[in-house]
């Protein structure tokens, strides 16, 4: 089994910036992929970033350019650097890991709320 334990969420202004964190525990040998999804109210969850763990990295249209996904394997912990926030960017974000072969693995989630 892998944990993940996620931080940074909270409550910030349009423009403003958060950077989230993940850490991993547990059976954490061959990890591959990980990333961040997110789930806006009455809205499907849907993919922000993911990154390989040769540090590939993939985007959602909505947030490129503004959000920058890294990790750091030596700590087993993957961030979401996100600046320029929108309200529209207001949803519950989760982590997730991949472990070889193919168990994905997900956080418990972190709020964020973009609002004047």
């Known amino acids: 089994q892998v944990q993940l334990v996620e931080s940074g969420g909270g409550l910030v202004q349009p423009g403003g910036s958060l950077r989230l964190s993940c850490a991993a525990s547990?059976?954490?040998?061959?990890?591959?992929?990980m990333g961040w999804y997110r789930q806006a109210p009455g809205k499907q969850r849907d993919v922000v970033a993911s990154?390989?763990?040769?540090?590939?990295?993939h985007y959602a249209d909505s947030v490129k350019g503004r959000f920058t996904i890294s990790r750091d394997n030596a700590k087993n912990t993957v961030y979401l650097q996100m600046n320029s926030l929108k309200p529209d960017d207001t949803a519950v974000y989760y982590c997730?890991?991949?472990?070889?072969?193919?168990?994905?693995?997900w956080g418990q989630g972190t709020q964020v709320t973009v609002s004047s």
């Open positions: 547990g059976s954490i040998f061959s990890i591959n992929d």
């Open positions: 990154i390989t763990s040769g540090g590939i990295t």
């Open positions: 997730y890991v991949v472990r070889f072969p193919n168990y994905t693995y």
